[in-house]
């Protein structure tokens, strides 16, 4: 039986380990992909994935979605290098995929937005992303788990964190740099909220 499969437990009482999280957590991205389910529900959804404490309340949370025919293809042993300097003098940038991050990473956009996904990216343990904007929006998805820290200065601008519960093993990315005009978000991929951005996600992300 494929991997992303979920089979109901013949234990169902048994304690969750990360290695039975993580084809329940494909099988809800699989599902937003195929608009089998709203991306609304992905915070509450992986939400309850990290709060299941045994297999049947695991299975509980996938219950109501699609079987998958075939398991999902899982990343490769060799991704994409991921760039180490970017610049543009007007336009946006937007980076994302199988990356594999090999060091840090300096972003610079003098007019236009800039966006890096490494939700799904090979990271080393702690990386640092530097995006320099003078007019433009500043944004960073993270893998759910990763510790984020957001420094650097925004000078006329928001600046938002929004991050999942951090977990062991996880890569700590700090997100350094300087804004003249426009926001920085800085999300855990089970945070990205809706509208343009969500379309950024799902276009980066394949779905």
């Not at 200065?153 to 350094?176: F, H, K, N, W, Y």
Request: glycine letters at 8%.
């Amino acid at each position: 039986m494929a991997d992303d499969l979920v089979p109901q437990s013949p234990r169902p009482n048994d304690p969750v380990t990360d290695d039975d999280r993580a084809p329940v957590l494909r099988r809800i991205q699989h599902a937003i992909g195929t608009d089998a389910l709203e991306f609304d529900e992905l915070d509450n959804r992986f939400d309850d994935v990290y709060a299941a404490t045994t297999r049947a309340e695991l299975e509980a949370v996938v219950a109501d979605l699609p079987a998958l025919a075939a398991p999902l293809p899982t990343r490769p042993e060799v991704g994409h290098p991921a760039p180490q300097n970017q610049f543009s003098f007007a336009g946006d940038i937007q980076i994302g995929g199988w990356l594999d991050v090999d060091g840090d990473i300096s972003l610079t956009n003098l007019l236009g937005d800039s966006t890096i996904d490494l939700s799904s990216a090979k990271l080393p343990a702690e990386v640092v992303v530097t995006m320099n904007s003078i007019l433009g929006d500043r944004r960073i998805i993270v893998p759910d788990g990763a510790r984020a820290v957001l420094e650097g200065q925004t000078m006329l601008g928001d600046s938002r964190v929004d991050l999942a519960e951090p977990r062991p093993g996880m890569p700590t990315i700090r997100v350094r740099g300087f804004g003249l005009v426009g926001d920085v978000r800085l999300y855990s991929l089970s945070r990205v909220p809706e509208g343009i951005f969500r379309r950024i996600w799902k276009r980066l992300s394949g779905s």
